[in-house]
């Protein structure tokens, strides 16, 4: 019995208000929407409620959303994300024995009445004239659906929502029309599925299939007339009968759904008596949704595939569209993650970087030719605990990453060589490079205002030895900061500006590449993924490709939805591009980057570190993989990595080569193990004519140990930009071949730096 208002109840009017509301509705009812013979059905009495005709006669059912499943490339599972979780199934998936629960308690003369049960209401007017309130309602199952369609149609809007479940008379003629529509256009059995499927069972279950699975762990079609009991008597009030939280509850609903199947012959008083005796035994599993439950640390990378679905218009003209597609889900969605490669770059950050360290480090691969993104890590995990960020460290902020990107040093000496080399200018090519000098005055850009250096700023190497002249080689090797300024005084920024950009080497924040000299050391934040993708076109003998995460999609029906190709276009000759990767061959080879070198294969790159050591970068590549790896500060707080500790290693001073380049290697290592090892085309290049360290004589290695460097030289100082180091204790081979005898390196050379 329903409970009244306290003290004596509704006054007499709104009782009266309330019988004559009903008699309305129930008028209408009579006019012929469950009377047989009486207008097929369909409303005979015209204008019975004001605005009858006036609603649609079609009601429109959105397709219920369901979860999506991301997987690998290989078809492993990654993860599966919902807006709510739903799988739907077939009648003949679900067991009778719920089917027969759920008719019982929740309309049970379903079988015999048309869209609305006209003696249910007139029993409902009758009950609730008596009581005063509202003792009984008169739905029927069909009319709970059409309820139940409205409210998946309103999805998050929560207006919607409430304006679907108002207790209004408008509302109730609403879905006895659609009802009348339904039960003519679906039958019963249909009816009763899309029913099952379509309504809430609690525990963030949407549909029988999802509860199923959530409280027992089974599918509904193996659900026992005590189970099927409990989940039909849930829906009436998930809160109040959920057997999760309140099994007493949920017990006492059960039983009355139990006995209920028993007085409509359903199942036999016995079969009732001895299930009302079973105690409710659950085996739950936990909802578990969203990116946050990526398997092999590819959290970041199913965020990646998420912000690629969003912001990409071949999924939506706008990004509520595309949102709208997203949150429908029912989608198997196939990424280009290399199972092998993601193991590589997880196994290679664990045993690198600790998630709890000062600093982080982000690794991504990708595939030259291809644009696929097959890699993708970071030493602090996807979630929102302590040492866990939300932000990918690894992308672009429009695609969930940091804010500015992260300075990249002097790997972004090689876009400079790259726009030289495609303007004719000769690898063999010497400048002065002084050790300390003007930044020079003036600078041609891409307008007519040249760059004028007002303020006198100066740019110097790291090693007071670092004297030219030098060549492109010996300058590239070891990151000679003064020469790639004066090489870029002489193109001029905007070569430069114009092959980043078909490059595809735009700063993390999305703006442009601002016309000053200075970017020629790597002075502007970009992601991992930006720099892996540019590398690439080198390894591609100058063909770059845009990036993809996303190889296909079916929806709920198996039909193929079309995704996002890679583009790839030629932004700079094979020869350049060729000359390009001999240069940076020479960098792992006996340059700053030996400790990326890899001992299988040929592989080339290129080391940068910034002011302060705030960011140290690798960015390397072979023919068939291409991959860059970032370490500094995640977040808001700059850390000077000097003295320090990484991953239980303790560092005097972090170098592009001394960190970045063993964690490149490690990675790239274990992800083409076993696969091709095709060696690059190179070029000769002659020498240039001046000593190998430039002006003056090489002295002898007194540390062998470039991380610790006798001489550490001036990273930052006055705020001007330092560089980089030899970066590692051991040198990398290239496949037996070195495009650079007698190069000898100093300890502590650096060269390409920035402030963030």
């Not at 006895?176 to 599925?193: M, R, T, W």
């Not at 809430?200 to 009991?229: N, W």
């Not at 992260?406 to 050790?435: C, D, L, N, Q, W």
Request: net charge neutral.
């Amino acid at each position: 019995m329903g409970k009244k208002r306290s003290g004596a109840g509704l006054t007499g009017p709104q009782q009266a208000a309330k019988f004559l509301g009903v008699s309305v509705l129930a008028g209408v009812v009579l006019a012929g929407i469950a009377i047989p013979g009486a207008g097929a059905l369909g409303l005979a009495a015209k204008g019975t409620v004001e605005g009858f005709d006036e609603i649609p006669a079609n009601l429109k059912t959105p397709p219920l959303s369901q979860r999506t499943t991301i997987l690998d490339a290989e078809g492993g599972l990654i993860a599966t994300v919902y807006s709510r979780d739903r799988q739907v199934v077939p009648l003949t998936a679900i067991s009778p024995y719920m089917q027969k629960a759920i008719v019982a308690i929740e309309d049970s003369r379903f079988y015999e009445h048309g869209a609305v049960d006209l003696k249910g209401i007139l029993r409902a007017v009758n009950r609730n004239a008596q009581e005063g309130g509202a003792a009984q309602g008169a739905s029927t199952l069909t009319q709970q659906y059409v309820k139940n369609v409205f409210v998946e149609e309103a999805g998050d809007d929560e207006t919607k929502v409430r304006e679907a479940q108002e207790k209004s008379l408008g509302r109730k003629i609403r879905e006895l029309k659609y009802s009348i529509q339904v039960e003519e256009e679906l039958g019963k059995k249909k009816i009763l599925e899309n029913y099952l499927n379509i309504t809430y069972f609690g525990q963030q279950a949407y549909g029988i299939e999802s509860a199923s699975q959530r409280y027992f762990s089974k599918p509904a079609k193996d659900l026992t007339l005590e189970e099927s009991a409990l989940l039909a008597g849930v829906v009436q009030s998930p809160t109040r009968f959920d057997p999760v939280n309140d099994t007493q509850e949920a017990m006492k609903r059960r039983n009355v759904v139990l006995q209920r199947m028993a007085d409509i012959k359903d199942i036999s008083q016995a079969e009732a008596d001895e299930a009302k005796k079973k105690p409710v035994q659950l085996k739950v599993t936990r909802p578990r949704n969203g990116c946050i439950t990526s398997v092999k640390g590819a959290g970041f990378f199913c965020d990646y595939v998420r912000n690629t679905f969003l912001t990409d218009p071949v999924f939506g003209k706008t990004r509520e569209e595309r949102a709208k597609v997203w949150n429908q889900g029912g989608l198997t969605i196939r990424t280009t993650l290399d199972p092998q490669s993601q193991d590589a770059v997880n196994e290679s950050i664990k045993d690198h970087v600790d998630q709890d360290d000062k600093v982080a480090t982000a690794v991504t691969l990708v595939q030259p030719g291809t644009g696929r993104v097959l890699g993708m890590g970071q030493s602090k995990p996807y979630g929102f605990g302590k040492n866990e960020t939300q932000i990918n460290f690894s992308v672009d902020k429009r695609m969930g990453g940091s804010n500015f990107g992260f300075p990249t040093g002097s790997t972004f000496k090689p876009f400079v060589a790259a726009a030289a080399i495609e303007r004719g200018v000769s690898p063999t090519k010497t400048y002065p490079s002084p050790h300390d000098m003007e930044y020079p005055s003036p600078v041609r850009t891409c307008g007519d205002k040249p760059w004028v250096n007002t303020a006198k700023e100066r740019v110097e190497n790291e090693s007071e030895s670092e004297i030219g002249p030098y060549g492109m080689k010996d300058a590239m090797a070891k990151s000679v900061n003064t020469y790639f300024v004066e090489m870029i005084a002489e193109t001029g920024v905007c070569p430069v500006t114009e092959m980043t950009t078909k490059l595809g080497v735009i700063p993390a924040d999305g703006t442009k590449l601002p016309e000053v000299p200075a970017i020629a050391l790597g002075t502007e934040g970009m992601s991992p993924l930006t720099m892996a993708n540019a590398y690439a076109a080198f390894a591609n003998r100058g063909v770059y490709c845009t990036p993809i995460a996303i190889e296909s999609i079916t929806d709920t029906h198996g039909k193929a939805l079309g995704v996002p190709k890679t583009q790839c276009d030629r932004v700079m000759s094979e020869k350049t591009a060729d000359t390009v990767n001999t240069l940076l061959l020479g960098v792992v080879d006996s340059g700053t980057g030996t400790a990326a070198g890899l001992t299988d294969r040929q592989n080339a790159g290129k080391t940068g570190t910034t002011d302060n050591r705030y960011n140290a970068w690798f960015v390397g590549y072979t023919p068939n993989m291409a991959g860059a790896t970032w370490v500094g500060s995640g977040g808001a707080k700059q850390v000077a990595m000097e003295n320090i500790t990484i991953g239980g290693q303790f560092y005097d001073k972090v170098y592009g080569g001394g960190l970045p380049g063993p964690i490149w290697k490690q990675a790239v290592t274990g992800a083409l193990a076993g696969r091709e090892a095709p060696n690059f085309a190179t070029v000769g290049i002659p020498d240039a004519g001046v000593p190998a360290g430039g002006g003056r004589p090489t002295p002898p290695n007194p540390n062998p140990n470039p991380n610790r460097p006798t001489k550490p030289g001036k990273p930052g100082r006055d705020g001007k930009p330092g560089g980089q180091t030899v970066g590692g204790a051991t040198g990398g081979a290239t496949g037996g071949i070195n495009p650079f005898p007698g190069i000898t390196l100093e300890p502590g050379v650096i060269g390409g730096p920035e402030t963030p």
